[in-house]
């Protein structure tokens, strides 16, 4: 009895040893991501950069997001950190999303509206947050300014390619499908759309700017690299892409008080032009650049796209017709185009027919707190750092590219809106950091030792 008795308690200990075993090495996999926030972050990024539309396991950039949340989750619950910091941006996102949530649950399941719902308000939220968890350090802002730099070069790369023609160096190749997206015929990038890949573009053309003021990248990388950000959105052969970088470009020289960084930007100028005096060159170039400049039926569509919306908001003006509803309820309200699906290509206009005033009011209380996030002062400890006065001056730029294209297309793009929204995290997360009491403390300290009078 006594025997049967130990040889029990020993196959029971063996048993908990296996079954502890086993639980540290599932658990290995999440240690290993928790250890590194900051690569999981940038991966999830990519992910969402090229996303491979219509194909298997498209769902990446979600698995990616969500293992993203589970590290940096049991990363802050080790730490003792709070979770979730709301902002005053938190709140309109919140709004936004349970807006958007209350409409798609009382519609048929349907697969697009949930993937535009994560892509429109989910993702933006969640990166937000994590954002200000993850880019807590001067070392982790850094690679996450590196890269800025390789998807822009890569941005760049891919709309050059395809602008002379040598497309057997353009990845992923579903970027020349025709059947998926829109603007084949334009350098639309992993985006499949032309106007979102001109605004990654041009967002991440000021990072590189402000990188080359800084000397994070010098000598031919930097005259390269800013050389042919130009003729990369000059091959996206859109006008809303080529007026947003003209005038963010002219509002640095204009208006900004380096003069390092006007000169710069004065470069970045006459590279353009001399990029677009050398397509002229070509006949080819110069009949699609001309055709594009003297196009009027976009705006034809665009009007009749824009009445017909208007008409639809004025039917729902306060609730809306809830997301993903519009496309065919658009093409019945428009008339000259036969299509079944129509899209406002506006986000501001998208925005009020698919959750009324409500929505759009929201939608411009987020922005305004976005906006003030860049008012606010820089820690002493961070004045040379990627968070310095410099990003802090260029942030209204940043912005008005955003809002200037999101006039001309539907910010549904989940790497534009994450990446922006991933920025504005950053800049939350250094507020919080100028108001904790150790930075009260010594800013209190620093104004006591200039008020004393020398010895």
């Given at each position: ?140 802002l850094r ?33 020349l ?85 006007r ?9 353009g ?30 009007q ?15 609730t809306?017709?809830?997301?993903n509803?519009m ?12 299509k ?7 986000t ?35 004045r ?7 990003f ?64």
């Amino acid at each position: 009895m006594t025997s049967l008795s130990a040889g029990t308690m020993s196959q029971s200990v063996l048993d908990g040893d296996a079954a502890g075993r086993g639980i540290r090495l599932g658990l290995r996999p999440l240690q290993a991501m928790m250890l590194a926030p900051t690569g999981l972050f940038l991966a999830a990024l990519t992910a969402m950069l090229l996303r491979p539309p219509d194909v298997p396991f498209y769902e990446i950039d979600r698995l990616a997001l969500a293992l993203l949340v589970l590290a940096v989750a049991g990363r802050v619950v080790l730490k003792r950190q709070r979770l979730l910091p709301m902002e005053q941006a938190s709140w309109p996102m919140i709004g936004l999303t349970l807006l958007a949530g209350a409409s798609i649950v009382q519609q048929p399941f349907n697969c697009q509206s949930w993937s535009l719902l994560i892509a429109k308000f989910v993702a933006p939220f969640i990166l937000f947050h994590m954002a200000g968890l993850v880019f807590r350090e001067e070392r982790s802002l850094r690679q996450f300014e590196w890269f800025s730099l390789l998807v822009l070069a890569y941005l760049s790369f891919t709309a050059i390619a395809f602008l002379i023609g040598a497309k057997s160096l353009i990845f992923p190749r579903f970027i020349l499908d025709d059947s998926l997206g829109y603007h084949a015929d334009r350098a639309r990038g992993p985006f499949l759309q032309a106007v979102a890949n001109g605004v990654s573009l041009n967002l991440l053309g000021l990072l590189a700017l402000r990188a080359f003021l800084r000397g994070r990248i010098r000598g031919f990388r930097a005259a390269s690299l800013l050389a042919l950000l130009p003729v990369a959105i000059l091959a996206t052969m859109t006008r809303a892409v080529w007026l947003s970088f003209a005038v963010s470009v002219g509002v640095l020289i204009v208006r900004s008080h380096n003069r390092k960084l006007r000169w710069i930007c004065v470069a970045v100028t006459i590279a353009g032009t001399l990029a677009l005096l050398i397509a002229l060159s070509f006949d080819d170039q110069r009949r699609a650049l001309t055709e594009r400049l003297r196009e009027s039926g976009p705006i034809e569509f665009r009007q009749a796209v824009y009445a017909g919306g208007w008409q639809m908001f004025l039917e729902k003006p306060f609730t809306g017709w809830g997301v993903n509803q519009m496309p065919e309820e658009l093409a019945r309200h428009v008339s000259g185009y036969r299509k079944r699906e129509l899209y406002p290509h506006n986000t501001y206009l998208e925005l009020l027919i698919e959750h009324g005033l409500v929505g759009l009011a929201l939608y411009g209380w987020l922005m305004w707190e976005i906006l003030r996030l860049g008012w606010n002062s820089v820690p002493r400890a961070e004045r040379d750092g990627f968070l310095n006065q410099q990003f802090h001056a260029l942030w209204p730029v940043l912005l008005g590219v955003y809002w200037a294209n999101a006039g001309v297309v539907g910010m549904n793009y989940q790497f534009v809106n994450g990446f922006l929204f991933s920025l504005a995290g950053m800049l939350a997360a250094q507020q919080r950091r100028l108001a904790s009491p150790v930075q009260l403390e010594s800013s209190l300290r620093l104004r006591v030792l200039r008020r004393r009078p020398a010895a």
